[in-house]
């Protein structure tokens, strides 16, 4: 019996080759509890931390993915390092801080986009402002 990741591996692989109409796609991601009402929109900025604290808030998630939004307070760091199972991708919105990847540091700035690759220890350190941004794993954490 084929599991419903699966199923919806099976799915989005045969939607992605043109073998089934967008209306199907959707029907059957809808039948498999992979989507909810078609279309999953989320407001980023809706969900933005006022700076004080660390603030985290889920904004989607599939069998594939999921999506996140934070903001990290400023002058903020941590020496725990994490790691996660799969790629994680962030997208900086608004303020900056030192991204440490696999031990090389860089500065990240909105409108900066840093992919961790599956494994890599990483963690970010702020200086005098807040850092906003929206992040995806892939595959999901939990």
Known sequence: MATRDFEVQQL???YRKGLISDDLFEAQMKELGAAQNGLDVANVLAHRGDGSKI???M???TAQSETMVFTIPAHFSN????SHKGDQIIYVL?????????GKEQE???GDL???????????RTAN??????TVFAPPEA
């Open 12 to 14: 989005l692989k045969a």
């Open 55 to 57: 603030a985290t808030q």
């Open 59 to 61: 904004l989607q998630k």
């Open 79 to 82: 020496d725990h390092e994490n």
């Open 94 to 102: 608004d303020g900056c801080a030192v991204a440490r990847v696999s």
């Open 108 to 110: 990240i700035k909105a």
């Open 114 to 124: 840093l992919m961790i690759p599956a494994g890599a220890p990483h963690t970010l």
């Open 129 to 134: 402002d807040p850092l906003f941004a929206v």
